[in-house]
């Protein structure tokens, strides 16, 4: 990435930042007028909590885990929580305009009385409201996670490949809140499910090999009969994609780079196709999303999987010949409201979708990225079993 574009997301995501924090300050401080020393360490708090957010994230690329997880499990749950507020307060906030207007039209004398204690009451309700939703989004994501079963039928699948299980994992995310008891867990209920091949579709990681890499060596032990493989998310980019894909290789995990391979059951034969994720080219040579590269030489009359972080490049799979795109990257949204949003910038945001002769499974993922907390939107580890159109 270079050092302008850099420069503009950093100025975009410190204004968008600073402006929910004052936003949430001026309805839930200021005009709920607080008695001292409330209104004080409340408008201290908020402050504290705008600088320490952007500054925490930076502070996770230089100190170590150790220091940072414990602030970033405080800063992610604040994250969480601010969303929930503000996704409230606009609504609130739409209520008392119209009653202001309606105020205001009647010929209604200005009652500053009567205006204190509609903002507390709004400020409360808004309060209460974020509380509830946060603490239920927490316990969501702290939960086991469920294994969801996937049916998908393939246009002249073999029949030595019918049933044929794939387990798929997404957009685990391990790094300040996801370390190595996840993902132990994760690896004993995927072997427990006993599936034919596994994928991991991106966004493995959220931080350097250096500082993470011992919290993955248990992928190690996932056990398939055609064995694991994995494609870069954006997240693997952000984190050092070369020292990742080395790391992976080490412990046994196939990655699948623009490139392809066949898999062989008892004389019939499929094709599985990965590709890199395009964020790639903005930050290593060499990289990105390279689709004919991937598909070049395979046999038409095989049916093939394409193992693609995002979604968005469904149509020039379909546009060559692909059966079944696996991907991830939108988490489903994660958290409700956002996911009719995550639907402004990728075709399908989650389940199983069909796009002309192919179709698309798009995972929840397995973890979170950011705020701990899921609503609406389980995570899943996807069963899927394959059999004949």
């Known amino acids: 990435m270079s050092v302008t574009r850099l420069a503009i997301f950093l100025s975009v995501v410190l204004s968008v930042t600073a402006g929910i924090h004052y936003y949430l300050w001026a309805r839930l401080v200021r005009d709920v007028a607080w008695p001292a020393p409330w209104h004080t360490w409340l408008s201290v708090a908020v402050i504290a909590l705008a600088v320490l957010m952007p500054l925490g994230l930076m502070l996770t690329r230089l100190l170590p885990h150790r220091v940072t997880s414990p602030i970033m499990w405080v800063l992610f749950s604040w994250m969480g929580l601010m969303f929930f507020l503000f996704v409230l307060l606009i609504p609130a906030d739409l209520m ?3 009653a202001s207007l309606i105020d205001h039209i009647g010929g209604a004398p200005p009652d500053p009385a009567r205006r204190l204690l509609i903002a507390r009451l709004f400020a409360g309700a808004v309060g209460l409201g974020g509380l509830g939703m946060a603490t239920w989004g927490f316990y969501s994501a702290m939960r086991p996670v469920a294994v969801k079963p996937v049916q998908i ?3 002249d699948l073999p029949a ?39 994928a991991i579709t991106g966004d493995l990681v959220d931080g350097s090999v250096a500082k993470l890499g011992h919290f993955v060596t248990p992928l190690a032990k996932l056990r398939a009969r055609h064995g694991v493989f994995f494609v870069t998310g954006n997240h693997e980019y952000f984190s050092g994609a070369d020292a990742w894909i080395a790391h992976l290789r080490s412990l046994g995990v196939t990655v699948l780079r623009n490139e392809r391979v066949t898999l062989e059951q008892d004389g019939h034969h ?14 290593a040579a060499g990289h990105g999303s390279d689709l004919p590269r991937a598909l070049a030489g395979r046999d ?26 696996l991907s991830g990257h939108t988490h489903g949204g994660q958290i409700f409201p956002f996911n009719l949003l995550v639907g402004l910038q990728q075709p399908y945001v989650a389940g199983l979708h069909r796009l002309r002769d ?5 995972s929840t993922g397995t973890g979170y990225w950011g705020p701990p907390m899921r609503l609406g939107v389980p995570a899943e580890i996807t069963d899927i079993t394959l059999h004949p159109a």
């Open 153 to 155: 039928a393939i246009t």
């Open 358 to 362: 192919m179709s698309i499974y798009v």
């Open 300 to 325: 038409p009359k095989r049916p093939l999987i394409l193992l693609a972080h995002q979604p968005r490049g469904a149509d020039a799979a379909a546009d060559h010949g692909v059966d079944l795109q």
């Open 160 to 198: 030595n490949f019918h049933g044929f299980r794939i387990v798929q994992l997404s957009d685990i995310h391990v790094g300040p809140t996801i370390g190595r008891a996840f993902i132990d867990q994760l690896v004993a209920r995927t072997n427990a499910l006993q599936p034919d091949l596994i």
């Open 96 to 98: 008392r305009g119209v």
């Open 270 to 283: 499929i094709d599985l196709a990965g590709i890199d994720d395009p964020t790639g080219r903005s930050f």
